[in-house]
C-alpha cells in the first residue's frame, strides 16, 4: 500500500439483530397470509416473502400439499438465517420449495431475482433507515416498484397494515399504486391485496 492509497471502512448492513418467533396476537400478518392463499384456493404459485421470521411459517405452510407454492423468503437476521440453515440441514425436502436468504430487501436487484406470482411487502418502511441510505440502498418506494415489475401480470402484491409503520407506509403505498399497472381487489383480515394488471 502506497502512502497515496485511501481506505475507507464500508458501511456496515442494517441488520435486523432480533429472532423474531411466531407472534400470532401482536403480528399476524403471516398466518393471515396462508389463511388468505387457503381461502383463495392459490396453488402451485411463486411467492417472494418479505420477512421470514425465526418460525419460517409461510415457507413451511406453503409446502404442503394443498398450497405447493415455491416461496423465496429474505430476513435481515443472521440468527433468523441460522434458523433456516437448521431448518433446511433437518428437512432437506423443504428446500425443494421453500429458500430464505440473508439480506437488505433495500439492497435487492432485479437480475438476481425470478418471476413472482405473488409478493407480500408486509414489512414497508418499518427498518429503513439512514443507516442504509450509507449504501445507497433503495427506498420503499423502489422496492416496490422492482418488486412490481418482478411479478406477473394478474398476480398480487400484499401489504399489512397492522405494521407498526403502517401510518408512513400508506401514504407510500398511495403513491405506488397510482403510479403502477395495479388495483386494489381485496381487503382480507389485516390485509390489503393489490393485483397487478398489465
Ligand atoms: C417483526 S419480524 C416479522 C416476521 C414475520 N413476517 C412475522 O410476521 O412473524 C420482521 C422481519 O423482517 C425482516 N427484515 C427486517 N428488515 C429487513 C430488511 N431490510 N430486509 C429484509 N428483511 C428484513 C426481519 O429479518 C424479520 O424476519
Known amino acids: 500500500m502506497t502512502a497515496a492509497t485511501v481506505t475507507t471502512t464500508p458501511a456496515p448492513m442494517n441488520i435486523w439483530d432480533v429472532y423474531w418467533g411466531l407472534r400470532v396476537e401482536q403480528c399476524p400478518c403471516d398466518v393471515h397470509f396462508v389463511e388468505w392463499l ?19 411459517y409461510v415457507g413451511i405452510r406453503c409446502a404442503e400439499p394443498e398450497l405447493d407454492c415455491t416461496v423465496l423468503g429474505i430476513t435481515a437476521s443472521p440468527k433468523e438465517y441460522d434458523s433456516f440453515v437448521k431448518l433446511a440441514t433437518e428437512n432437506p425436502t423443504i428446500t425443494k420449495t421453500y429458500s430464505a436468504y440473508f439480506g437488505d430487501i433495500y439492497t435487492s436487484n432485479a437480475r438476481l431475482l425470478p418471476r413472482f406470482d405473488i409478493v407480500t411487502l408486509f414489512h414497508s418502511c418499518e427498518f429503513r ?16 416498484r422492482l418488486f412490481t415489475a418482478q411479478t406477473d401480470a394478474g398476480g398480487h402484491i400484499l401489504f399489512y397494515t397492522g405494521s407498526f409503520a403502517y401510518a408512513a407506509a400508506e401514504t407510500v403505498i398511495a403513491e405506488w399504486a397510482a403510479s ?19
Do not use: C, W
Open 38 to 56: 387457503e381461502e383463495q384456493g392459490v396453488s402451485g404459485k411463486r411467492i417472494y416473502h418479505f420477512g421470514t421470521g425465526g418460525h419460517h
Open 129 to 144: 433507515h439512514a443507516m442504509n441510505d450509507a449504501y445507497g440502498a433503495l427506498t420503499d418506494l423502489e422496492v416496490m
Open 180 to 198: 403502477s399497472p395495479v388495483r386494489e381487489v381485496a381487503a382480507f383480515k389485516t390485509l390489503r391485496v393489490f393485483a397487478k394488471t398489465a
